[in-house]
Every structure is written in C-alpha cells, then in structure tokens.
C-alpha cells in the first residue's frame, strides 16, 4: 500500500471516531440542556404526581437501583461461575465450542425476547409475579452472556506460568484458580459488569413484563414487590401520557437521572477495576 | 539400557524410570526411557531442541497430567512409590518433587506472598512459623541479602536472575527432596547464570537435583550425572566427565563435539 492510501485511510477512521464523539456527544448536551432545569432537590426525593407531569421520580431511582443490584447479584456470580468451567475446566470439543457459540448468539437476542421469557418462566411458571425477583432474574438472564464472555477472555488472559507453578508448588486445581487466577482476572470481570450494569439499568422492554409498574405510592418492600424504573418511567412519559409535549423537561430530567445513576454505577465499578490492576500486574 | 556400574556401590536411587513412553495424543515423544536418578546428585539432561527433556522431567512430577490427550506408559518410582498407581495423591507427590520454570515466574504478589504460598495451601497458618519458613527458603536460595529490606514488595520489580532465584526459594519452601529444574537458567545473563549455578552446587548437598539445560558447558560444571537424551530416546547416561571427554555412544560424541543440534 502506498503512502497516499495509507494517509486516507487514517483520516476517514478519523473522521468516523470524530463523528462518533460528536453523536454521543450532542446527545448529552441535549439531555443535559434541557434536563437541567428539571434537576432539583424535590425532583429527586420525592413521589410523582399528576401521573408524572409534577412532583419527582423517588421511586423510579430506587426501583432502577434495586434492579440492578439484583441484576448484578444474579448474574455475577453465574456468569463467572460458567465462564470459570468454560475456561478452566470443559474440554476443548465441539460440543463446547456449541455451547460457546450459544452463549454468543445469546448476547445478540433482542431484549423483548428476554421480557418474554423472563414472563413466562418467572413471572408464570415460578409464580413470583410482576416483582423485582422476575425482574432481576430476567434482566440476568440477558446480561449473563456480556458477563460470561468478557470474564472467560479475563480468565484465559492470565499467563500458564502462575498455572503451571502453582501446580508444582501442589496446589489443587480449584486452589490454583482461587488463588493464582481468579484474582488476576478480576479486572476483566468487572468490566463485563460494568457492561452488564449500563444494560440492565437502561432497558425497558425486560421489566416491561416482568416488573415495572407506572406508578406505585409507595416503596418496595420485599423482591416479590413491584417497583417503579427509570427507562420505564420515561417511556411513558414520552410516549403514552397525555401531557407528553407539555412535560419534556421531566422527561429529560428522568433520562439524565437514569444517565448520571448508570455512571455513578459505572464509575464505582472502574474505581474497583483500576485497584484491582494496580494490585496485580505483570 | 542403564547399568549400574556407572555409579559408586552404595549410591542411593530416589527416582527409577523404567520403559517410560509419553504421548501428546498420537505423537509419542518419549520411548522406552530408564534411568536412574542417584540421592542428593546433580543429574542434567542433555540433547537436541525437541528430544524430549522437559516432557521426560515433566513426567516426575505429573506436571503432563494437565496436557489434554497426554499419555504415560511405563513405570516411575520415587522413593519406592510407583507415582503413577491408581490413588497416588499428586499434591503430595509435587510437595516431595519442586519444580523451576525455564521462564521465571514469580506471582505478581509481594516476595514474601510468592514464598509463603506452598506453606500457605499446604495449610501453614502460623505467622511466625511462615516467617521462618521464608527466611530459611530466601536464605538457601542466596537471595535473602537482596530482598531481605523489601519482604512485601513486588516481585516483579525483581531482576530476571532476583526473580529465578525467587522461584527456587518459593520451591524450596515446600519441603522438596528432589528439584525438578528445566533450563533454569537460559533466559539469563552470564552473570546471573553462574549465580544461578552456584546456587545449584550448594543445593546438592542437601538435594536431589535434575536439571535440562542446553548449555553444555553448564551441564559440565554442575553434574555429576549427565543423561544424553536423542529424539525421544535415551542414548546413555554417565558420569559427567566421562560423557564429556569418553562417551560410550557415537551420537553423543557427535552433540556434545557440536557436530549436531
Ligand atoms: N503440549 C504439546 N503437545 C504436542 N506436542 C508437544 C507438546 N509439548 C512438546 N511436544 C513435542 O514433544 C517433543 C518433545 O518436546 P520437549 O518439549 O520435551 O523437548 P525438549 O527436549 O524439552 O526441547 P527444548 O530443548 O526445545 O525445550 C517435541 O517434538 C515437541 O514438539
Ligand atoms: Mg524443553
């Protein structure tokens, strides 16, 4: 390739990674302009009122904050589970590699199909109801591939030398993966759950069926409760309620909330991802 | 075959081979290999890249167990106890028989952690007694001087000879009677190396020591006992001066004179 080609391929990726910002970019500021001037103390303390045209979004925060801490409880410890037994202990067959594909494909399937499952399995089958158990279960189900992936490349990145010498120093093999391994990888995992923390926070159509409910007056008070849910709450708003034009300020400020709580989220999680590389490295 | 004329009479044999072959699926690697590996000697295992050093030093320690599709056939005794009988508990067996990486590989934890982790799955729990252990190991292993200011640094802030010599500490740690050492020392330079081989002339007299190495000079300087191993065979083993300067087999006159490999 000559010189002139090379130049203009530099450019044009350039130019898209330029675009991409610029798209993300103009996003948040619109959310931001005219979020804003919904953003006050009582927007975020308190209950809604007049079906969400006045008053705050209290219980949409802390059904979405259930939601994902349950999420995230789920499908964590399931996800590194599995990712543990693909990397570390299944054989290298095609029935595996099957498997491994499934898991993949997985990630890819809408998220209304979950919602339909998560309805039929845990809200019917298993009797829980519309509650934040079907509905944690449902959004684990979809954010459990994000998780087994990016944990299983995290396990396969750590080198065979600490395997092999933790071995010889006669360690069991669940020893050598608890001690010599999974603290290595941690990084990796959290980043699949960092992943699966901005999914789960943000998708409507799983707890659409499973758990949401447009307006509760008061919290939750066990998992077999429903909850009120920040994309929810914004979906109706925008779409279904009579005022929607009148009150676009509340539903800006609903999806800045809804942005800033994934980031908060987010940002915790990378907080325990740098430690955990500073911590380890190699 | 080996015949025992090769050693002194009352010469102690800790690890016995006989008709040991490997295969890593339908490739056999290893054939038929017997032989002796004599009490607190240096025994090196020399021969061409590919001729099956460290796959034959891994089957003393059952290190190929992880190799999907992996074979042995054959018979290794150590101390009298067939290592491949049916309820043979590997931990115990890679307590007695210690293991050094061509490639070091300190864990990325402090210089103390990496030491006290043997003890430490081994269920030591006693702070104290863990100290000594890492003292004693850090000591036997002559790096004790260099670290001994800087237990709970990392050991990867360590020099690549600092770091091997880690790993015979952490190894040592453990208990060992014999160390298993596949070429210890070849990603070193020349300073670290004689250090390195020093160590390993300290260590015999307390230990039973097999060692790979390419090196032939090194071979020379450290062994007792040099086994010259040719395309998945044994072809003989001697004493090291004799394999040097008089051996029995034309192919090892031919490796060790440089004509090949
Ligand atoms: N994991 C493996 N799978 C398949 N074949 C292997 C594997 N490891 C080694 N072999 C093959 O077995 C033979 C012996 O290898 P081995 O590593 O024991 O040789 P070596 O004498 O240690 O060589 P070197 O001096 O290069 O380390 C080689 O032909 C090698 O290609
Ligand atoms: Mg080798």
């Not at chain 2, 740690?173 to 596949?182: C, F, H, N, R, Y």
Request: proline share 5%.
């Amino acid at each position: 390739m000559n010189n002139t080609a090379d130049k203009f391929i530099l450019l044009s990726l350039r130019l898209i990674t330029y675009a991409i910002v610029l798209v993300v970019g103009y996003i948040l500021f619109d959310i931001i302009r005219n979020g804003f001037s919904a953003l006050n103390w009582q927007f975020v303390s308190s209950f809604p009122r007049r079906s969400g045209a006045a008053g705050g979004i209290f219980p949409a925060i802390v059904g979405t904050f259930y939601l994902v801490v349950g999420t995230i409880a789920v499908s964590l410890p399931l996800g590194v589970g599995g990712a543990i037994y693909l990397a570390e202990y299944a054989e290298q067959n095609r029935f595996n590699s099957l498997i491994r594909l499934a898991i993949i494909t997985l990630a890819g399937v809408p998220s209304i199909v979950f919602g339909l499952f998560g309805l039929g399995i845990f809200v019917l089958f298993f009797g829980f109801g519309p509650s934040i158990l079907a509905g944690s279960l449902t959004l684990a189900c979809m954010v459990l591939p994000t998780i087994i992936v990016a944990s299983e490349e995290s396990l396969r990145a750590v080198p065979k030398g600490f395997r092999d010498a933790s071995l010889a120093l006669g360690a069991t093999k669940w020893e050598m993966i608890r001690t010599n391994v999974l603290p290595y990888s941690l990084s990796g995992m959290i980043t699949g759950a960092i992943l699966g923390i901005g999914r789960a926070a943000g998708e409507t159509a799983p707890i659409l069926l499973t758990v949401a409910a447009f307006y509760l007056p008061r919290l939750p008070k066990s998992v077999f409760d429903q909850v009120m849910a920040l994309p929810y709450h914004l979906y109706i708003l925008a779409t279904q309620h009579p005022e929607a034009e009148r009150i676009r300020h509340m539903q800006y400020g609903t999806a800045l909330i809804l942005l800033l709580l994934v980031l908060g989220l987010s940002l915790g999680a990378i907080l325990l991802r740098t430690h955990s590389r500073k911590k380890f490295r190699w | 075959m080996v015949e025992h004329s090769i050693y002194p009479e009352n010469q102690e044999m800790v690890i016995t081979t006989s008709q040991v072959n490997f295969f890593y699926g339908q490739t056999q690697a290893l054939f038929g290999i017997s032989l002796l590996i004599p009490a607190k000697q240096v025994t090196a295992l020399i021969g061409p890249s590919g001729c099956g050093k460290s796959t034959f030093l891994r089957c003393l320690n059952r290190m190929n167990d992880t190799i999907p599709h992996g074979r042995v056939e054959g018979e290794i005794f150590i101390n009298a106890k067939d290592i491949y009988a049916p309820g043979t508990d590997v931990v115990e067996l890679r307590k007695e028989v210690g293991m050094v990486f061509q490639k070091s590989n300190p864990f990325p934890k402090s210089i103390f952690d990496n030491v006290a982790y043997g003890p430490r799955i081994h269920g030591e729990k006693n702070p104290k007694r863990l100290a000594e252990i890492v003292e004693q190991s850090l000591q036997q292993a002559a790096i004790w001087d260099e670290v001994k200011d800087r237990l709970h640094a990392n050991a990867m802030g360590l020099s690549g000879g600092q770091q091997q010599r880690l790993c015979i500490a952490r190894a040592l740690a453990v208990g060992p009677k014999i160390l298993l050492m596949d070429e210890p020392a070849s990603a070193l330079d020349p300073k670290a190396t004689t250090r390195i081989e020093d160590l390993i002339g300290e260590l015999r007299t307390n230990y039973t020591i097999v060692i790979v190495t390419h090196n032939m000079q090194q071979a020379a300087r450290v062994s007792d006992y040099t086994a010259f191993f040719y395309e998945g065979q044994l072809i003989e083993c001697d004493q090291t001066p004799k394999i040097f300067t008089n051996p029995r087999q034309k192919q090892t006159e031919d490796y060790i004179t440089g004509r090949f490999g």
